[in-house]
């Protein structure tokens, strides 16, 4: 069906609905940005069995795991990393620790939006050229990482208001403001085997229902992934249309 | 308080009109993706215009003009991708060397545009429009010194028309202000490092020929006079109306 | 939050235009910045009813400037007379000879309020500039930062009324940013030397902590604009448990 034989009602309804997701993505960036994986968590994510967040390492299903894995996980983290840090800087005592852990801003830009013709769901890829940063850390350094990285991301339309449902999250380009050059680092990493292994794409892997890897980030000799390929215009949200197969029948 | 009745389009018609600058955003989105997946090779007929247009493609230093000779740029990015790839192959055969070239092609070049802050304007006939979008990308095409990662800082300016209910590019400036080696600063001289022998073949890989080579845009460097963004868009009622993204041959 | 208030369709596709046309206005503003048309910005972009005039407001980590008077003052009067400074002892033959600016706008989360008057908006822009030096050569800097911005419909057009712009790093191109010192030098940072003394004096974002501080705090849903939500001065609210500054405490041993 072509969008001008939806009601107008409804393509009017679409179009708020992709600004929607828009702004659910935005409040991820922005809430990660403060390591706040509570409130995006509670507040922004369908707390289906269907929902589901995958990284390099392999995918999570289910809100339980999701929610172990993204904020339990998360905030075990950053209260270790605290430890380190009060130990040399004593001010940030009484601060909450987990936006001390780093500020991690993944950027959202070239996105590609198309919201199903029954209106229930909307699909979304985005580049996020991100970096993340710390002033006070444990080796008494401060540090900006460059991350940039591809999404795939599902949302469905809950009592009126969009959520999250899948976040597919593609590593791509690991690399340090600004002194190093990520593929001329790969190429003697690869021809100097005293150079060592690439840094990990992520800080650590928690239990996943899928395990990975399920993305890699670049390096000379990575074949090309297109892990979350842009979406279609698509009528409902199924297996034809999803950046996580569900598993049993959808109801 | 928000005046719920547009002095000059009807409902039908604002709705029409979001949805094809969404439409627009998505066909850069997907633009960009094709390059990163090294299918430069698909852009042509996936993306443009088509033969029967005035297409234009441009560059910093010059311009293809044409059907032939845009669809020949492309063609190009492809040769030189598979080019990159059979030497990696030949460089790592232990890694590669069990593998045709159909399952290596893309191995090396990994070239990332990212799309951010459109300015669109559809013009009022609906029949075509104008985008302007900041570039922060990042690219390694593997070079004669092998792979080097570079910062770009630019702009994607483009013309679209819509044919047959769909939008498609008929000119693209892709114009950078820096193109810079990562880990050094584009505001002091850079030392390209030394050509090693695995990837010398790479010098003799030659683009078609632009249809004209001339300065679109100088690239930053600290005695370049100031150079601002490209013209933004402006609201307009047909493209005859309007400025071209688009080079006009002398 | 607000409660989800209920449109009919005309309503609604007239908000959806409003966001977009915000969108627009704030990358407008993004190629104003390339061009360095700092005046035009001020006479297109940002609000032109007297009453908004007054409050007005363009902040930085460390307060505001406000009224249109006080920001043309800093954001465009003092800009030239630094121009013209780099002029004279670059020997260069124009202003802004050998400079370029970039300060690409990402991540837009807009609210436009209920009632429609009003929007708020937040970006995140990881942007350069590079100044031209004495020597030939250039400082390239790639500056990191966080916009947000309150805006008010005129005559049915959406105008910048207060906005905020909030460091978080800078770094010269080429060098290793971890190589800084930890605790970062105010007197001698190039973006707080460039802002100068505001109007309202108060350290809004220290980015030692990352963004513990929470400001600017992200937009949400609303129905009407009041002063405790604003970008400027008035909506600001030091958090009362805000412990120890960067570097104190170290007196207990």
């Not at chain 3, 916009?147 to 005129?154: K, N, P, Q, Y």
Request: some cysteine; proline content about 6%; aromatic content about 12%.
């Amino acid at each position: 069906m072509s969008k001008e034989q939806l009601s107008l009602s409804r393509r009017i309804e679409n179009a708020a609905a992709s600004q929607e997701v828009e702004n659910v993505k935005a409040m991820h960036t922005y809430y990660h940005g403060r390591s706040d994986a509570t409130s995006e968590w509670s507040q922004i994510w369908s707390r289906s069995d269907d929902c589901s967040w995958a990284h390099a390492f392999g995918r999570m299903r289910g809100f339980d795991q999701v929610w172990y894995g993204s904020v339990t996980s998360y905030d075990i983290m950053a209260m270790q990393n605290y430890i380190d840090v009060v130990d040399k800087y004593p001010e940030v005592g009484g601060k909450d620790p987990r936006p001390l852990s780093e500020a991690s801003v993944h950027t959202l830009v070239t996105d590609v939006v198309e919201v199903a013709e029954d209106g229930q769901s909307a699909r979304a890829s985005f580049i996020t050229p991100g970096v993340i940063h710390s002033v006070l850390t444990g080796m008494e350094k401060k540090y900006c990482n460059v991350l940039w990285e591809r999404y795939g991301s599902d949302f469905v339309l809950e009592d009126g208001e969009w959520k999250y449902l899948h976040e597919h999250v593609c590593p791509d380009i690991l690399t340090r403001l600004d002194a190093l050059n990520w593929a001329a680092d790969d190429y003697e990493r690869l021809t100097n085997p005293d150079r060592g292994a690439a840094p990990p794409p992520t800080l650590g892997a928690p239990p996943v229902s899928d395990p990975g890897p399920m993305h890699k980030p670049y390096s000379t000799l990575q074949e090309v992934q297109n892990t979350v390929p842009w979406p279609e215009p698509y009528k409902t949200l199924d297996n034809g249309n999803t950046y996580t197969p569900f598993v049993r029948d959808k109801q | 308080m928000t005046s719920y009745t547009h002095p000059t389009y009807s409902t039908e018609q604002l709705v029409e009109r979001w949805e094809s600058q969404r439409e627009i955003k998505n066909l850069m989105g997907k633009y960009a993706n094709c390059v990163i997946l090294n299918r430069e090779d698909e852009l042509f007929d996936a993306f443009w215009a088509g033969g029967e247009n005035d297409v234009c493609l441009v560059f910093n230093d010059g311009y293809y003009k044409g059907a032939e000779a845009v669809r020949s740029y492309y063609m190009a990015e492809r040769e030189r991708n598979a080019l990159v790839s059979k030497l990696l192959r030949d460089r790592f055969p232990e890694q590669l060397g069990g593998k045709n070239d159909d399952e290596i092609y893309g191995i090396g070049p990994f070239k990332v545009n990212p799309m951010a802050c459109p300015v669109i304007e559809i013009a009022g006939d609906n029949a075509s429009a104008k985008g302007l979008w900041y570039c922060q990308g990042a690219y390694n095409k593997v070079e004669e010194c092998g792979p080097l990662a570079h910062w770009t800082w630019g702009f994607f300016a483009v013309d679209f028309i819509n044919k047959d209910g769909a939008w498609r590019i008929l000119h693209l400036q892709q114009v950078n202000d820096v193109d810079s080696i990562c880990g050094m600063s584009w505001g002091r001289p850079q030392k390209i490092p030394s050509p090693l022998p695995e990837f010398m073949a790479l010098a003799d890989f030659r683009y078609p020929a632009y249809t004209e080579s001339v300065t679109i845009r100088e690239q930053y460097n600290p005695r370049r006079p100031f150079t601002g963004a490209p013209r933004i868009p402006e609201p307009y009622e047909t493209f005859s109306e309007t400025f071209s993204y688009g080079i006009e041959e002398v | 939050m607000a409660d989800k208030k209920r449109y009919t369709d005309e309503e609604m596709i007239a908000r959806v235009w409003d966001i977009e046309n915000i969108k627009t206005l704030i990358n407008k503003r993004v190629y104003y910045i390339c061009n360095d048309r700092r005046s035009e910005e001020i006479a297109d972009l940002w609000v032109k009813d007297p009453e908004n005039k007054k409050t007005a407001a363009f902040g930085r980590n460390w307060g505001w400037y406000v009224g249109m008077d006080e920001i043309r003052r800093y954001y465009v009067d003092s800009h030239i007379e630094r121009l013209r400074t780099q002029q004279r002892e670059n020997g260069a033959p124009d202003i802004n000879f050998g400079n370029l600016y970039a300060h690409p706008a990402s991540t837009g989360l807009v609210r436009l309020a209920d009632d429609g008057d009003t929007a708020k908006g937040m970006w995140y822009s990881i942007a350069q500039e590079t100044i031209a030096l004495t020597d030939g050569t250039a400082d390239a800097r790639w500056m990191l930062e966080r916009i947000a911005v309150d805006f008010i419909r005129e005559n049915d057009n959406w105008k910048i009324w207060h906005l905020m712009i909030a460091a978080d790093l800078n770094c010269e191109a080429g060098e290793d940013y971890s190589e800084q010192p930890v605790y970062i030098d105010w007197d001698n940072d190039p973006v707080k030397r460039e802002f100068g003394k505001p109007t309202v004096e108060c350290l809004v974002h220290d980015p030692t902590f990352n963004w513990w501080d929470d400001y600017p705090f992200m937009p949400m849903p609303y129905a009407t604009f009041t002063d405790d939500l604003s970008y400027g001065p008035e909506g600001f609210k030091p958090n009362p448990n805000k412990g120890l500054a960067a570097g104190e405490g170290r007196n207990y041993k």
